[in-house]
């Protein structure tokens, strides 16, 4: 008889033809963004003074940033709001979060003209900068999600540290430094935990600021005094769709059943909070009379229209249905479309309603910014996949009572 699930290294087979079309695009993007570090932003992008930004921050960062999301709303929802029945999400969530604020540091080394000026914000401090913030928020928000995988890399190799060869001598230390480490973190995990959620807000929400610094280059459909709280509300309203996506995904591809017992409950969730986004959005357009726009078939009113009806009303009614909460197809469909409509609400802002005013030319991106783009999406798959084999990040079924001990569970991993 089965014991209940629980977080365990993956033994599924690595390569797979889809894992080859992902390492060619992989290889591809990581070739771009060396051929743009060292000839140059203006050789593999349509970047230009008058648009300083486009697919790299508004599809690596912005989006990238919200769709990490996952992160924080399932360390919210199962440590500090103590709701052991969803940790089972919780460690895909860390890693996704990990892993995409990873890539969100690169994308930003990749999109600054002088890359190899990126350390400047840790030492030159512009305390009335909403760039600055989101900076400094960021690099320590992605220090602590390092510090949150911590437990996890100690639960996998202490008592197990067997390196052979020249390097047998640093095995007692190295296993001495783990322990003590498991130590510290049991006490102090907490902390990090909150700190995590607390820069999570800062820094979703300053993102919407630095868009209200372009005043008038904005459309008026996105320009208002509320987007900060308009970028927090779709980062945690895109939360649990993204950690049900990933996690239906994750079951698909490793041959596993899913949890829908608990993604069923996160669905529930969703309702409510795509509910109060669409409540401000809808009501900020109202107060500002910005509905006026909506009548000009322009490419701005029709991509708003597209943001709002896809990316919130659709999904919302399919989250309120208890017949999509228990498909995993339609659950994993309606979850897809609030990530679509967070992705387009990204793209929308800033790139679609911005329109410097001495433009030539519109800005498209170029091949090389779509390969760097579909490059570092492809590496954070496979970094995923090739991790669940190491570490006790996806929960399995097991054959046998799960044992009641912190170090015995340890042991199961050898």
Sequence with gaps: MNASPRPTPLSTKFFTPGVMILTLLALNGVAVAVARLLFGIGAVTNLSDQYPWGLWIGVDVAAGVALAAGGFTSAALGHVMNRE?????????????????????????????????????????????????????????????????????TERFVGRVRLKGVFSFINRPLDTLLRILDRLLDKTIFLFIIAGVVLSTLHQSSLGTLMIIAGPKMHPLWQTPILPLLFLLSAVAVGFPMIIFESLIASRSFGLKPEMAVLSRLGRMVGPLLGIYLGFKIGDMFIRETFVYLADPTTESVMFVLEVLLGVVIPLRMFLSPSVLRSPLWLFVASSLVILGVLLNRINNFIIAYTPPYASVVYYPSIGEISVTVG?????????????????????????????TKYAIRGSFQ
């Design 85 to 153: 029945d969803y940790h089972a999400i919780v460690r895909p969530a860390l890693l996704t979060a990990m892993l995409g604020y990873t890539f969100v540091a690169l994308a930003v080394v990749i999109d600054i003209g002088r890359w190899y000026y990126i350390w400047h914000p840790l030492v030159m401090w512009n305390g009335n900068s909403a760039l600055f913030e989101v900076g400094l928020c960021v690099m320590i928000y992605m220090t602590v999600l390092y510090i949150e995988f911590l437990p996890i890399v």
């Design 376 to 404: 570092f999406i492809s590496l954070l798959i496979l970094a995923y996949r090739f991790l669940t084999r190491i570490f006790p990040i996806v929960s399995v079924p097991q054959k046998s009572p799960a044992p009641t």
